[in-house]
């Protein structure tokens, strides 16, 4: 009996903590359309796109992989229209939604790369000073 009732808190839980990892992984496409839009993006916005964005690629590349046989025109494809996406939310032109883009990609890279440093230096030693 108590483990049905825990069920709706964890429920309640599981979509809280979705919807918080949904918003740090809008950040990156929130400070790059910051830049580019001269400060006229919101959070919002950024986690929009960022949902319909995988959404639209995902969809893309699977349809034009069953068309092209191709994984680069595949690629091509999805990605034109996730920058499309992008010039859509944001309202920006084509090269300022593949600055978005290619801007969100290197500070993810940043922030990846730190928390890569911080981990293994709180919590695993690293290789390099087990020696």
């Known amino acids: 009996m108590l483990m ?8 309640i839980f599981v979509i809280g903590l979705l919807i918080i990892i949904w918003a740090i992984a809008s950040i990156p496409v929130y400070v790059s359309a910051k ?3 001269s400060g006229k993006s919101t959070l919002f916005q950024s986690m929009i796109a960022t949902l319909f964005g995988s959404i639209v690629y995902i969809i893309a590349l699977s349809i034009s ?3 092209f046989h191709s994984f680069i025109i595949s690629f091509l494809v999805a990605y034109l229209l996730y ?6 939310i944001f309202g920006v032109g084509w090269l300022k939604a593949i600055g978005i883009s290619i ?8 922030i990846q790369t730190l928390l890569a440093e911080l981990w293994s230096i709180t919590f695993i030693p690293s290789p ?3 020696i």
Do not use: D, G, R, Y
Request: aromatic fraction near 12%; avoid cysteine.
């Open 35 to 37: 830049i580019l839009t």
């Open 128 to 130: 390099k000073w087990a």
């Open 83 to 88: 920058i499309w996406t992008f010039k859509s």
């Open 65 to 67: 992989h069953i068309i």
């Open 103 to 110: 801007l969100a990609i290197i500070f993810t890279l940043i």
């Open 4 to 11: 049905i009732a825990l069920i709706p808190i964890v429920l």
